[in-house]
């Protein structure tokens, strides 16, 4: 059974910094691949980044630049590196994987069959 927990979530104002963690048990993370979706009330869950087992890194275009996904193979995490947050990226943030093995990130969250409880980033203007 795979799992995924999140952490690193918290309270920023805007113009700062957080880095999200997802350490995931049950499978090795980097023969597939974690994608970063987020979510706010009332919205779809939102293809924030993902790091592929190809190494590839994608960005949604709201955040490139700004934020930067990496992963640690030895401790079988992924990390999202959040730059110069807006009041706008304020959502809970689930890291995911996938059953098969991809090619490349499916952006649709129905693709993915794994899932962390989230961690809420909250940027204050």
């Known amino acids: 059974q795979v799992q995924l927990v999140e952490s690193g979530g918290g309270l920023v104002q805007a113009g700062g910094s957080l880095r999200l963690s997802c350490a995931a048990s049950?499978?090795?993370?980097?023969?597939?691949?974690v994608t970063w979706f987020r979510q706010t009330p009332g919205k779809e869950r939102e293809f924030v980044a993902a790091?592929?087992?190809?190494?590839?890194?994608y960005y949604a275009d709201s955040v490139k630049g700004r934020f930067t996904i990496s992963r640690d193979n030895a401790k079988n995490m992924v990390y999202l590196q959040m730059n110069s947050l807006k009041p706008e990226d304020t959502a809970v943030y689930c890291c995911a994987t996938t059953r098969e093995k991809w090619g490349s990130p499916p952006r649709q969250p129905n693709e993915y069959h794994y899932w962390g409880q989230g961690t809420q980033v909250t940027v204050s203007s």
């Open positions: 790091i592929w087992w190809s190494g590839i890194t």
């Open positions: 049950g499978r090795t993370l980097s023969g597939y691949g």
